[in-house]
C-alpha cells in the first residue's frame, strides 16, 4: 500500500520543514522528486539525501510567486502525477500591524504561488488523465488566531482555492485536497519565534506547543504520512476535503 512508484512529484518548498519531510517521504515509495525552491543549496541538500538512499529527483530554483518561472520548471518537468503545493511564509501581525507591503509579500507567495502551480500542473494532469494535488493550508483558515491576520487570509483563500479545482476537475479524474496543520516544529516556527519574540523564544516555544490539546508540535513526519496518504491511489474516493492535522485545535480547545 501508499507505493508512489513510477509516479512524478512536484513539491514546492520541498527544502525545509514539512515540505523536505514530504519530498523524503515520497521519494522512500518509489516517487520522482521535483522541488520547486528559493532556496537552492536546501533544495539540492534534499535531492542528494534522495538519490543516497536510492531515489530520485531534481531541484529547480524559482520563486513560486513568479508565473512565467513556474511555468518554464513545469514544461520542463513535463509530466506530473502530484502536486503539492507546500512553499509559504509567515506574517505575524493583526489588521493594523499589516501593511500593503506585508498584505502583498504573503499573497504572491502563499496564495498566487499555489495558484501559479496549478496553473501549470492542471493542463499537464488533464493531458495524463489523471491527477492528486494537495494544498498546505492551516487551522488559521478555519478558526481565528490572534495577530495572523495576513496569513490567515492566505490559508483561507487555500482552502476556498481547494474545493474550487475539486469540483471543476472532477471529470478529469484530479483529486484536490488541503491539509490544516496546527504548529509544527520546523525552521518556520523557529523563525518567526527568533524574528517576533527575540527576548522570550523558550516562553513562547511553551506556550506554542501548550496550544495544541495533546501539548506539543507536530512533527513534520506526522504531516508528510498524511501527505503520502492523500496523494496516493489508496485516496482515490477522496477529493475536495480539508483534512485539520492538529493535536486536537480545532475541536478539543474548550
Ligand atoms: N510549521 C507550521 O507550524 C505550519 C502550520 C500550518 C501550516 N504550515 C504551512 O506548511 C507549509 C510549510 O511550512 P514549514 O513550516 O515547513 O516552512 P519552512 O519555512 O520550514 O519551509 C518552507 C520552504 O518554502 C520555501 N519557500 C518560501 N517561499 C518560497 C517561494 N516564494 N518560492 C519557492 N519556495 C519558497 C522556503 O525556502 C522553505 O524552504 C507552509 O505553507 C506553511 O504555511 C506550517
Known sequence: MFSLKNKIAVITGGGSGIGKAIALLFARQGATIHIIEL???AANDVITEIKSASGNGQAHAANVAEQQSVVNVF????????L???AGIAHVGNLERTSEADLDRIYNVN???AYNCLFAAVPLMKAAG?????NMASIAAHVGISDRFAYSMSKGAI????????RDYLADNIRCNSISPARVHTPFVDGFIAKNYPDNQAEIFAKLSKSQPIGRMGQPDE???LALYLCSDEASFITGVDYPID???ITLNN
Open 75 to 82: 514544461n520542463a518537468i513535463g509530466k506530473v502525477d502530484i
Open 247 to 249: 493535536g486536537g485545535f
Open 159 to 166: 482552502y476556498a482555492m481547494s474545493m474550487s479545482v475539486a
Open 39 to 41: 532556496n537552492t543549496d
Open 111 to 113: 496564495v498566487k504561488g
Open 223 to 225: 504531516i508528510a504520512a
Open 130 to 134: 489523471k491527477g492528486a494535488i494537495l
Open 84 to 86: 503539492v503545493n507546500n
